[in-house]
C-alpha cells in the first residue's frame, strides 16, 4: 500500500499493514500519513446502550430500531457484560437481532482493545514508564476483563454474522464485512492473514464483491475502499499480503477519482482541501499515462453508478 493514504474504516484506521484506532464517520475523508491519532485514552468508551446493542433477552418483535452495522463494528463502546457471554449465547442457539448486534459490538470492542494493547507497548518501548503509559495500562487491563476468553474463531462471527446481513441487502454490513477484516479482525494476532489461507482468500473476494455492490446501490464511500483495495502493492516483506494479488494502480485511481468526483458537493472549504490534497496524493507515483487510462476507468464508474 503506498505511503500516499490513510483510511479511516470501521473504526480502524489502515496504512501500510498497520492498524490502529479511529472514528469513521459517514464516507470516510482520507488524512495525512503523518496525522496524529488521538491518544487511546480519549476515545469515549461508554456502555451499549439499548438503542445501540438491542435489550438482551428480548424478542427481536420488541426491540428498538435495528443499530447500524457501521456503528456496531466501530468498537468504541464499552460492552455491558463480558463478551464471552454474548458469544456463547450465540453458539448455543440464541440468534435474534438483539444478540448478533451484541456480538459484533463487542467483539469489534475487542479487536480495538488489541490495538489499544499494542499501542500501550510502543509508547512504553519509546519513552519508558510515565504516567500516560501508566494511565494506557489501566485502561487496557480494565477492558481486556470484558475481552477475556476468546478465540481466533470467536472473532470469526463478525464476519458470519456480518455476512449473513449483507446476503440479506443491507449495504452498511456489505462495507462493515470489509471493515471487520480477514477472519473477523486485522492485526498480527490473528495469526497467517495471507492470501495462502483459503479464508483469507474467499473473505477477500466476498469483501470485494460486496464493496461493489455497497457502491452501485449509492454507497459512494465504498469507492474511497476500493481505491485502496487496488492500491496494495506486493512486497517481499509480506508475500501474500491481502489484496496484493489485486494491484493496479490503474483502476486504484479511477475509484479515488470517481469518489472525488461524486462525493457531496455542498462541503466545507476545509473538506474541499482535504479532498484535492487527497486526489494530488492519488496522482503522486503514477504516470500520465497511467492517470488518463484511470480518468478513462474513472468516467465508466460513474456512468454505471448513475444507471442504478
Partial sequence: MKSRKIFIVGGLLIAAGAVTVAHWEGDALPVNRSTKIAPVANLNLQPLSASASGALGRDDKNASQPASAKVLVNGLKMPIRPVWQGVVDYRQGKKGRSIQEEVIAGLSFCASTELNR??????????????????????????????????????????????????????????????????????????????????????????????????????????????????????????????????????????????????????????????????????????????????????KIIESLRKN
Avoid at 478465540?151 to 454490513?173: F, K, N, T
Avoid at 517481499?236 to 477519482?257: C, I, N
Wanted: proline share 3%; glycine share 8%; hydrophobic share 35%.
Fill in 118 to 299: 499494542e499501542a500501550a507497548v510502543a509508547e512504553k518501548s519509546r519513552t519508558g514508564v510515565t504516567v500516560q503509559t501508566a494511565a494506557l495500562d489501566s485502561m487496557v487491563k480494565t477492558q481486556s476483563e470484558m475481552c477475556a476468553r476468546l478465540s481466533d474463531a470467536d472473532y470469526e462471527l463478525r464476519s458470519e454474522i456480518l455476512g449473513s446481513w449483507a446476503r440479506d441487502g443491507d449495504l452498511d454490513a456489505m462495507v462493515a464485512f470489509y471493515t471487520a477484516g480477514p477472519l473477523g479482525r486485522w492485526g498480527a494476532t490473528t495469526g497467517p492473514q495471507t492470501l495462502e489461507n483459503p479464508g483469507v482468500k474467499e473473505w477477500q473476494t466476498q469483501a470485494v464483491s460486496w464493496l461493489n455492490v455497497a457502491a452501485q446501490q449509492g454507497q459512494i464511500g465504498a469507492l474511497l475502499l476500493l481505491s485502496d483495495v487496488y492500491d496494495n502493492k506486493p512486497v517481499t516483506e509480506r508475500p501474500g499480503a491481502v489484496f496484493s494479488d489485486l494491484y493496479d494502480p490503474v483502476r486504484s485511481y479511477a475509484y479515488a477519482h470517481a469518489w472525488h468526483y461524486l462525493v457531496g458537493r455542498d462541503e466545507s472549504k476545509r473538506q474541499a482541501l482535504l479532498k484535492s490534497d487527497f486526489l494530488n496524493r492519488a496522482e503522486s507515483g503514477i504516470s500520465k499515462e497511467q492517470r488518463d487510462l484511470g480518468r478513462v476507468e474513472s468516467q
